[in-house]
């Protein structure tokens, strides 16, 4: 399965630089004609009357509806949220700012609530991301590196997650900033490792955990960040055009509360390029992220893990988890197009990934091992004004599989 990947995003290459060839050279005749503008699936469920354009902007939006979801890992989530937008200000130059809002419980006896916000304020001043999250979860875990083995360690635990960046722009798109983490696993249970309160069997969670010194029961990463973050795109919620580059330096304190002193660096890349003139949503997407452990002691569920990023969106085709190590590097590429030429209230996606992680303890290196997913998935206007789309996916992984329901783009 490993090869797939160099195919595959050939093929999306090859397929992307032809489709914008065609466009350039036949531009769409029908995305011309006045009556030719962006709806959403309410337009039709209600009739609503044609507005053309979709510049407007009011101050609030939220699509408020029941969560319906699925992943691998949660299974079937069913509760309530929200998806909202907003411009906080009256300046014309004022960027959209965007969140969710979820309570749910999953047909694996999950409970997950979550806020998430990426808020700029009047005139772009100021760029506020938080990330806060209450679960009772229980998923498995497979060991570090993309080298880690198929057999599965089932893990219980409830997780604390309270994250916040605020930045200053320094000039245009331009931000400069700190930040607050804090990161408190309690009630762990390996159900592998022990019997009472005997340790029985060694599980890649007990091994880490007795080698750097943590606790099993608990951990507790407390730190602060240096933050640096670049943001020309066009839309937070869905660009189609633009660059983001996000850089995060944390280092977890003792006297915050941390149980060890360590330091993490995040970055992230990301960029979206036009295929058509004419359409907008016809595109190619690109995604590249890394996290790397610098010094000290981190605990395990706090090492970067595959669908562990603010959108718990990267690895379609492998669980939640299923890659993870002191050192992560992902990246992912989307082909976006629109299936219905005039409305465009449904586009497709055609997308393939790679992951590569370490397992410093056993020597596995970065790159060591890659371990690629492909798939496509169907997009459904829900919010033509800030571009909220519906989103439904099937994946491949190395032997691996899955099937996803969710909102808004996955990045």
């Not at 797939?4 to 290459?13: A, G, H, Q, S, T």
């Not at 090859?14 to 006045?34: C, E, H, L, V, W």
């Not at 976006?336 to 020597?363: E, Y």
Request: charged residues 20%.
């Amino acid at each position: 399965m490993k090869p797939i990947i160099f195919p595959v995003l050939l093929i999306l290459l090859i397929f992307g630089t032809i489709a914008r060839s065609r466009a350039q050279n036949n531009p769409d005749s029908s995305a011309s004609k006045p009556d030719c503008v962006q709806e959403d699936i309410f337009d039709v469920v209600f009739k609503k009357e044609k507005l053309p354009g979709i510049t407007v902007k009011r101050k609030f939006r939220i699509l408020a509806i029941p969560t319906i979801s699925y992943t691998p890992v949660t299974g079937l989530q069913l509760g309530a949220g929200g998806s909202l937008s907003w411009y906080w200000g009256k300046k014309p130059k004022t960027k959209l700012s965007a969140g969710l809002v979820s309570a749910v419980w999953t047909t694996e006896r999950q409970v997950i609530l979550q806020v998430k916000n990426n808020i700029f304020t009047s005139d772009n001043d100021w760029f506020l991301q938080t990330d806060w999250r209450l679960y009772f979860f229980r998923m498995d875990t497979w060991g570090l590196s993309t080298n880690a083995g198929n057999v599965a360690y089932p893990m219980i635990f409830n997780w604390i997650k309270f994250h916040n960046v605020i930045s200053r722009e320094i000039t245009d798109n331009i931000y400069a900033g700190i930040g607050y983490h804090l990161d408190y696993h309690y009630n762990v249970q390996d159900k592998t490792a022990f019997q009472g309160d005997s340790l029985v069997t060694p599980t890649p969670y007990t091994t880490y955990s007795t080698l750097h010194g943590f606790n099993f029961g608990s951990n507790v990463a407390s730190g602060l960040s240096l933050n640096f973050a670049y943001d020309s795109r066009d839309n937070i919620i869905n660009a189609y055009k633009g660059i983001y580059v996000n850089v995060n330096y944390r280092y977890n304190f003792r006297w915050l509360g941390s149980d060890k002193e360590g330091s993490q660096v995040w970055t992230e890349f990301r960029t979206y390029i036009g295929l058509s003139k004419k359409v907008p949503r016809h595109l190619l997407a690109f995604w590249l992220f890394g996290s790397f452990q610098v010094s000290g002691d981190i605990p395990y569920f706090d090492l970067m893990a595959l669908g562990f990023d603010q959108m718990n969106s990267s690895g379609r085709g492998y669980k939640q988890g299923r890659w993870r190590g002191e050192d992560f590097v992902y990246g992912e590429m989307e082909y976006r197009f629109p299936i219905s030429r005039c409305s465009g209230i449904v586009g497709g996606v055609l997308f393939a990934n790679v992951t590569t992680s370490s397992d410093r303890d056993n020597h596995v290196p970065l790159f060591g091992y890659l371990k690629p997913g492909a798939g496509f998935g169907i997009r459904i206007m829900v919010g033509k004004h800030d571009r909220t789309n519906l989103l439904i996916d099937f994946a491949l992984g190395d032997l691996s599989s899955g099937f996803y329901f969710q909102a808004q783009e996955v990045f």
